[in-house]
């Protein structure tokens, strides 16, 4: 069993955002960058699919120089090889595009899985996964919490709203877009990184997966939300206690 | 002919907020406005091939669908029919001369982007709130299109798990922890807190996914929905995924470290501190103030 999982660098959780100058996209001067969550369950889940039928994990991620921090963490924590797809402005390329890029590499791939996360979490438009089940011509479901393999076909358990949650079977090969929280996360090894630093990453480029991009929308300007609420801000823990007791009433 | 299209989902409370949505852009843009809402069992396949032939057919120019588990399931895969990017997770539709721009949230809230669609269709999936429901008159309900082939997904009949030990929907103060709290250890903090208010704790999502508390524990769209007369949200950023659960709360108070947090637009009272230095002084405060 092949699986491919696709795997997005993210700006470190808690960093400090601010506009760019161009306001067109976040200051990027002192991030760190590391993998969107739940891209990590979708390779937790990956691996374990693999522990438990055999086979090989290939993680695929588009982005700049940088992106390889990331996906040798992934081949650390036991992915078997990478695709490095070499795109420098990828915050550039609409979801369309990227999942065009993604399902070109797929393809080289023919594999009997695909996973994704279910949505990044910088932009977050959270529909990559599904665009490359199209583009590909494969089934997919969203949002999901267990995945199981039996003589070729799938069943798995998708998470609705409010507590509810689905079986759905489908054919292999699928794409599948996993939902945080689906399997325990691994730390890699010492020995997991110093593997990871012989495994074979395949560098390509738009150009040679034959992809371009037209722009689906122009990008007006990003800004810090506007506050609409009359927050009463307090300084000490002692103003904090006077409230709940004189205002909230609870003490 | 054209005009703009709602795509409902049956049942669903964003349904009439999208709806009204449409009204709304109809007017601005001058465009008439048509509703669908598709019936039967859902799957990805037979939705997306029934809406498809409607969209083609009838020729319309925006498509509106409310933002929910199901159309995040199955829009991006319609709008990649038609060679578009959705544009999802939108709260602010603006028409200045006649152009359209939408405002959609980055890193979970924490920004905003403004953009101009450019082409047709223009698909868009509404966050919830950015619209009150309101009038629906003049609005065209159009047909579902058969299925073409048979759809791959099988699915299976919804299910809840198991009744939840914990409920939270009657809890009248709620201690609510975030990944603030860093480790599991630290959550003694959160549990001295909500023992001097008399409080049930709960959490957000990833304190749940890690397994520090149990998932009955969790607030929000895949937990559970509460409504106290307190909430004390701690080291939690405030996702629109958290918010829907708990924007039921009387009052909200938050602590974050960070003053952008977007828990601060729902919250009544603001402490931007860290949560390490202000939990035992407050726990500490509360036990003295209660006697
Ligand atoms: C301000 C701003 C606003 C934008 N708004 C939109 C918009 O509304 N609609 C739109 O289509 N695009 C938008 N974009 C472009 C956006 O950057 C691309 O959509 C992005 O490349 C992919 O979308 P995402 O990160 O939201 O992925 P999602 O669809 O949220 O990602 C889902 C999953 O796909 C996989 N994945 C996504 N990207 C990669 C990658 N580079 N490499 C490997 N795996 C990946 C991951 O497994 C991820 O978990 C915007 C860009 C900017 C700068
Ligand atoms: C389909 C879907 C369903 C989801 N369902 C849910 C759901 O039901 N419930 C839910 O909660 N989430 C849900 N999520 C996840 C949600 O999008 C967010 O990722 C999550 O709520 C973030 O949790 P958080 O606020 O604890 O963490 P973060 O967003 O990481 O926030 C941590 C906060 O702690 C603050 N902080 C850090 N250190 C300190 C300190 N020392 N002192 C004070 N403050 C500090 C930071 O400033 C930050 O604001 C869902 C997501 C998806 C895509």
Redesign the interface.
Known sequence: MKILVAIKQVPARDSLLTAAASGKWIDESNLEYEINEPDAYALEEALQLKEAHGGEVVAVCAGPDRASATIREALAKGADRAIHIAVDDIVDWDTLATAKLLAAAVKTEAPDLVLTGLQSDDVGAGQAGVVMAELLGLPHATIIMQVDIEGGMLRVKRELEDGWFQHVGMPLPAVLTIQSGIKKLRYATLMGIKKAKTKEVKTLTPGELGVSHVASYELVGVTLPQKSKQTQMVKTVAELVEKLKNEVHVL | MSGILAVLEAGHKLSAETLAAAVDLGAKLGLSVHSVEPGGTYT??GF?DGLAELIRTKQFQVVLFPH???V??????L???F???????VIRLRVDSGVL?VTR???????????????EPVFLSLQAGAYRAGEAEGVVVEAMPAAGAAP??????????AARAVDLSAAP?IVSVG?GIKEKENLSLIEDLAGA?GAEIAAS??I??N?WLPMERQVG?????VAP??YVAVGLSGAIQHLVGMKGAK?V??INK?E?A?I?????????ADLFE?LP??TA??RA??G
């Open positions: 990805a396949d997306t929910t588990y199901q995040r399931d199955f829009a991006p895969k709008a990649t029919r060679d578009r990017s959705l544009i999802s997770d721009f949230q980055l890193f979970q809230g924490k920004m905003n982007a403004e953009i101009k669609p450019l082409g791959r997904q099988k699915p299976e009949e919804k299910f809840r798990e103060i990944r208010l999502r990833p749940c996914d397994g769209s895949s937990g559970q929905t007369k307190l009052t108070v938050a960070d952008n977007p601060f637009e729902v919250a009544d009272y603001g402490m931007c202000v002084a407050l405060a509360i103030a209660k």
